[in-house]
């Protein structure tokens, strides 16, 4: 299992970017995929989770509408859209594969970066 992310940058508040993770080693149309992130000092935080035919998501409460995943299965690639950007939004953002638990109340994860079926991260930095 390999995920790697990109597209991480330093921007200024009110920008968008968009974050992608390349997948290989698996079946990427059969795994669910999770996008996380980890500010400095603070714990993972759950932000969305799609479905391997891309047609259900889950989406943290407050980044609905802010933050849009995405996922093509042709490339095995699967995408954070982060717009209206705010710098608590700096964090290592994360993605990893069939690492989260969802009900109608979101998600939780499980593993951590560095872990199997976990990226290695991607750095976004909101600020003026």
């Known amino acids: 299992v390999e995920l790697v992310e990109s597209g991480g940058d330093l921007v200024q508040p009110g920008g968008s970017l968009i974050l992608s993770c390349s997948a290989s080693?698996?079946?990427?149309?059969?795994?669910?995929m999770t996008w996380v992130r980890q500010a400095p000092g603070k714990t993972l935080e759950w932000l969305s989770t799609i479905n391997p035919g891309g047609n259900i998501v889950y989406t943290e409460q407050t980044t609905k509408g802010r933050f849009i995943i995405s996922r093509d299965n042709a490339k095995s690639v699967v995408d954070l859209r982060l717009k209206s950007l705010e710098a608590d939004v700096t964090a290592m953002y994360y993605c990893?594969?069939?690492?989260?638990?969802?009900?109608?109340?979101?998600?939780?994860?499980?593993?951590?970066?560095?872990?199997?079926?976990w990226g290695q991260g991607t750095q976004v930095t909101v600020s003026s």
């Open positions: 990893c594969k069939d690492c989260s638990v969802c009900d109608d109340g979101g998600c939780g994860t499980t593993g951590e970066p560095g872990s199997t079926n």
């Open positions: 080693g698996f079946t990427f149309s059969n795994s669910w």
